[in-house]
């Protein structure tokens, strides 16, 4: 895989499936961090000329059918314990309809290696469902494919145009909060813009993340999936290298009270975590969120990316639903094509998911 590292950004950047959770530094990040717990399975296509045009990223993983009926599984490298969304397949789009073809076809003559392909959360404004689906159809390879929400709020030109776009009320209350928190004594807001920085963000996001989550009786990401918060100790330092880094926090004193983590890639703000002291000031997560929101609009970013799902709260900040795809391909075997057919997905009571990384005890 190193061999690929000078490529695969370029390769990306030329693609159609460009996008922050396939660039070389998430992938290789989170591959570091599993180590022989992933067993990485890459298709990947050369043209004439040795150039990398192609780039089909896979993990092999296992699946049990009522824990019973075993499923070789390829999947996304690093769709687990990361945050990713939208996968894809890396491909050159002055070749993409043969290179993506080819890859099908590979897929099909190694049909013996593996049952399913299993690619959860795929965006369906990038065109990455028709590519591959089309690939598979010309490899014969059977699909089939479920809705998966995503949302993000479209950002105008100024603060005032996006807040317009709020309730009178909504607007007023924000307006009054944000004024009235960041007049308070000794509270600021700070960046992490500093490599030496960022293990002291990183812990109160963790620490903060896990109380937010506590008021639902729920421990959060990072204390679940321990190997969550490893992949963003690595990834989060090279990005800062890279210019993507967004971690910012609401201090009082030198107390972080609320925290917010993502990052800017493609002209958009990727909203992956944040935290907040339940013990602090009602609406500090809010006021926080607000004041990225006017950051990303001051940097001319052009959506702020809320990723998976659509709820009324993500609705309330002006996010508009976006359609996604979950999207699962059967090899040629007759017990992948009857899992197709009996709408079983690798999620849930019937199909239990083996050989993901969790982290160093896992």
């Known amino acids: 895989m190193k061999a690929l590292e000078p490529e695969w950004n370029t390769l990306l950047s030329a693609s159609s499936a ?40 896979f993990y092999l993983a296992h699946t049990r059918l009522l824990g019973v009926v075993g499923f070789r599984t390829l999947r996304i490298a690093s769709d687990h314990a990361t945050g990713f969304e939208y996968g894809d397949w890396i491909v050159d789009a002055s070749v993409e309809r043969e290179v993506y073809a080819e890859i099908g076809h590979e897929l099909a003559r ?63 209350q924000m307006r009054r909060k944000k004024r009235k928190l960041l007049g308070t004594d000794g509270v600021s807001i700070k960046a992490c813009e500093r490599t030496e920085d960022l293990p002291a963000f ?36 090279r990005a800062l290298d890279r210019g993507w880094l967004r971690l910012i926090a609401m201090l009082q004193g030198d107390d972080i ?12 703000f990727h909203q992956l975590q944040e935290g907040f002291d339940p013990d602090y000031v009602d609406g500090a997560g809010n ?52 899992l197709l057919r009996a709408d079983v997905w690798p999620t849930g009571r019937l199909m239990t998911e083996g050989g993901l990384y969790d982290g160093p005890d896992a």
């Open 257 to 268: 009270v609320a925290i917010q983590i993502g990052y800017a890639y493609g002209g958009v």
């Open 18 to 57: 460009d996008c922050l959770f396939l660039t070389w530094e998430w992938i290789s990040s989170w591959i570091e961090i599993a180590g022989a717990n992933v067993d990485p399975w890459f298709v990947v296509v050369r043209d004439a000329g040795d150039g990398l045009v192609g780039v089909a990223p």
């Open 110 to 172: 190694r049909r013996r290696a593996w049952d399913i392909i299993w690619m959860p959360r795929m965006s369906g404004w990038s065109g990455a469902l028709e590519r591959i689906t089309r690939a598979a159809d010309d490899a014969s390879l059977p699909w089939h494919e479920r809705p998966h929400p995503f949302s993000a709020v479209p950002l105008p030109s100024s603060l005032a145009e996006y807040e317009e776009g709020m309730s009178s009320n909504r607007r007023q």
């Open 287 to 338: 006021v926080l969120r607000h004041i990225v929101i006017e950051q990303c609009i001051d940097e001319g970013l052009g959506a702020y990316d809320f990723l998976g799902g659509f709820t009324e709260h993500k609705r309330r900040w002006g996010a508009e639903l976006r359609e996604g795809h979950d999207l699962i391909i059967g090899s040629p075997r007759i017990k992948s094509r009857l």
């Open 202 to 237: 990183l812990d109160k996001l963790f620490e903060l993340h896990h109380r937010r989550r506590m008021l639902l009786d729920d421990p959060g990401t990072f204390e679940r999936k321990p190997a969550t918060a490893s992949f963003y100790r690595a990834f989060a330092a």
